[in-house]
């Protein structure tokens, strides 16, 4: 079975800047798959890449099996850099000009007005839409060849929360349909919310991959103690110094969560009260920045 997406050393470079290196990106049938990084990753080049909009200096791309271009991109939709739609048509008459343009019959139209919940304003002029109207007409029209796979570039950028809000919602809902989604954002309460993989890209390299527990890992611990000063040594002597950390009055441990019940022993056994004793996640903005960091350094 063919993948929606997959590169293989896919690399492109504008003179002596290398704006996406050795990019092995694979997006699974059915998923939505996060495209992450901060602006100025290369996210924007390498889905102009897959689209067949910029031809990569080296390596390989192919949508659904097929090298980019073939077939006039049938099966695939994609929203790129925001929507472009004339100011002084309604929304449905734009959507009818592009279904002309697609070779799409005229019910279709309807359908995905529908789908994006724009059917009440369907005939006001585009020129009059709020900014999260015109992304959803955009939206609507990357589907209206019915496709099994869809791109969309930043689709939140420059949206209000309510905005934000309705978008996330409009892409769960494609993605549990099953359509596979490919969403490129900076946005890391986006990617957490409605992606099922995440692959995070920094100067162009991509760095990470992995569903978004996969990512945060196992942290550890989170241990509240009195007192403080006799938890903190007490802790250290059982695992190690370079495990503890003592944050906001508190302690976080670099050991599984299975270890707490033994943990907790230890510590009531010494004499502590323990107040708190939990698996702590890693917050997820901190591994952006981590893998960022981490990624940069690896560069350099």
């Known amino acids: 079975m063919n993948l929606p997406v997959q590169t293989e050393g896919l690399t492109k470079r504008y003179?002596?800047?290398?704006?996406?290196?050795?990019?092995?990106?694979?997006?699974?049938?059915?998923?939505v798959y996060g495209f992450l990084g901060?602006?100025?990753?290369?996210k924007t080049t390498t889905l102009r890449m897959l689209l067949g909009l910029v031809r990569p200096t080296a390596g390989t791309v192919r949508l659904l099996g097929r090298p980019p271009g073939a077939g006039r991109l049938t099966g695939v939709g994609a929203?790129?850099?925001?929507?472009?739609?004339?100011?002084?048509?309604?929304?449905?008459?734009?959507?009818?000009?592009?279904a002309r343009y697609a070779g799409v019959g005229a019910d279709r139209v309807a359908l995905v007005l529908d789908l994006v919940d724009l059917t009440d304003r369907a005939g006001d002029r585009y020129a009059g839409y709020s900014l999260g109207m015109k992304q959803r007409l955009g939206v609507a029209g990357a589907l209206l060849k019915d496709p099994r796979l869809l791109i969309l570039d930043e689709p939140t950028n420059g949206l209000d929360p309510a905005g934000m809000a309705d978008m996330r919602t409009l892409i769960r809902r494609l993605g549990a349909a099953g359509c596979t989604v490919l969403v490129s954002s900076h946005l890391l309460g986006e990617v957490e919310q409605i992606c099922d993989r995440v692959g995070v890209i920094s100067g162009g390299r991509l760095i990470a991959e992995g569903t978004v527990a996969e990512l945060r890992g196992t942290a550890g611990l989170r241990v509240l103690a009195d007192p403080l000063?006799?938890?903190?040594?007490?802790?250290?002597?059982?695992?190690?110094?370079e495990r503890v950390r003592v944050v906001d009055g508190g302690l976080e441990l670099a050991l599984a969560p299975d270890r707490a019940a033994w943990l907790n022993t230890?510590?009531?056994?010494?004499?502590?009260?323990?107040?708190?004793?939990?698996?702590?996640?890693?917050?997820?903005e901190q591994v952006f920045f981590d893998l960022i960091e981490k990624g940069t350094a690896d560069v350099a």
């Open 15 to 31: 003179g002596g800047l290398t704006a996406v290196q050795d990019l092995n990106l694979t997006v699974r049938a059915g998923e």
């Open 38 to 42: 901060p602006n100025g990753a290369g």
């Open 79 to 98: 929203l790129i850099e925001g929507p472009a739609f004339y100011p002084y048509l309604s929304g449905r008459d734009n959507l009818r000009v592009l």
């Open 229 to 241: 000063d006799e938890a903190v040594a007490r802790t250290r002597a059982l695992v190690g110094a």
């Open 266 to 284: 230890e510590l009531v056994g010494a004499g502590l009260a323990v107040r708190e004793l939990r698996p702590r996640e890693r917050d997820l």
